[in-house]
């Protein structure tokens, strides 16, 4: 059974910092592509950073792009997402997914082209000014 958490939500303050986890179970993490997505009220789902299997392929949104940082612990089995100078426009439901795809080794950040099939449930983080 394929199961994807994450955690490490929560509130802080603009210029803050946060680091959301992604655990991942019921399959080896290095034969996927996994992204992270997130989702702010009233708005579309869009792709916040991605890393293709074999690691190799490292994609992450312009909005973000120096403020992120993806990384993945083959050994625990848990990928992350370290994100710096944080902004009330990065308030969203941040979730985490995998790509079990045969494309996986170049990850994408689109979220709605059917690669990602397996989503976790999501984390909040909220930003304030």
């Known amino acids: 059974q394929l199961q994807l958490v994450e955690s490490g939500g929560g509130l802080v303050q603009s210029g803050g910092s946060l680091r959301l986890s992604c655990a991942v179970s019921?399959?080896?993490?290095?034969?996927?592509?996994i992204g992270w997505f997130r989702q702010a009220p009233g708005k579309e789902r869009e792709g916040v950073s991605c890393i293709g299997r074999g690691g190799v392929s490292i994609n992450y949104a312009d909005s973000v792009k120096g403020r992120f940082t993806m990384s993945r612990d083959h050994v625990k089995k848990m990928v992350y997402l370290q994100m710096y100078s944080l902004k009330p426009e990065d308030t969203a439901v941040y979730y985490c997914?995998?790509?079990?795809?045969?494309?996986?080794?170049?990850?994408?950040?689109?979220?709605?082209?059917?690669?990602?099939?397996?989503w976790g449930q999501g984390t909040q983080v909220t930003v304030s000014s």
């Open positions: 019921g399959f080896t993490l290095d034969a996927y592509g």
């Open positions: 997914a995998a790509d079990r795809t045969l494309s996986a080794n170049v990850c994408t950040i689109e979220p709605n082209n059917g690669r990602y099939y397996y």
